[in-house]
């Protein structure tokens, strides 16, 4: 979608090509570019994610000793650890809050035994 959109507007700026004073949108206004924090244009390679959020879970690293961020593939693309990943307890793991609350309720000591 964003190549088309900049192919698009590259046709339009060659429609243009004959005017005396062409009327030129802003590159970075929906055409497929964006501006970065120097000013300069770069392409707009995504609107949106590279893939489902399901498929992204799916990422696991390989760490054996410790998630740096050098090494681990789930730090490097921005994500959590998950019970896929070979080292399960890293400190880059994925706190469920709802199953540390229930591990809360159940070591308080209100059984019904």
Same mark, same amino acid.
């Given at each position: 979608?964003?190549?088309? @959109?900049?192919?698009?507007?590259?046709?339009? !700026?060659?429609?243009?090509?004959?005017?005396?004073? $062409? =009327? /030129?949108?802003?590159?970075?206004?929906?055409?497929?570019?964006? @501006?970065?924090?120097?000013?300069?244009?770069? !392409?707009?390679?995504?609107?949106?994610?590279?893939? $489902? =959020? /399901?498929?992204?879970?799916?990422?696991?690293?390989?760490?054996?000793?410790?998630?740096?961020?050098?090494?681990?593939?789930?730090?490097?693309?921005?994500?959590?650890?998950?019970? /896929?990943?070979?080292?399960?307890?890293?400190?880059?793991?994925?706190?469920?809050?709802?199953?540390?609350?229930?591990?809360?309720?159940?070591?308080?000591?209100?059984?019904?035994?």
């Amino acid at each position: 979608m964003q190549h088309t @959109l900049r192919a698009n507007y590259q046709a339009a !700026i060659w429609r243009r090509s004959l005017e005396n004073l $062409p =009327d /030129v949108p802003a590159p970075s206004a929906g055409h497929g570019w964006e @501006l970065d924090d120097g000013g300069s244009l770069k !392409i707009r390679w995504m609107a949106g994610l590279p893939a $489902p =959020d /399901v498929v992204l879970n799916l990422i696991s690293c390989t760490c054996r000793r410790t998630c740096r961020p050098s090494d681990c593939s789930c730090i490097l693309n921005g994500l959590k650890c998950t019970v /896929v990943c070979k080292l399960q307890g890293c400190s880059n793991m994925v706190q469920d809050d709802a199953i540390v609350a229930q591990d809360a309720n159940d070591s308080d000591g209100d059984s019904d035994d």
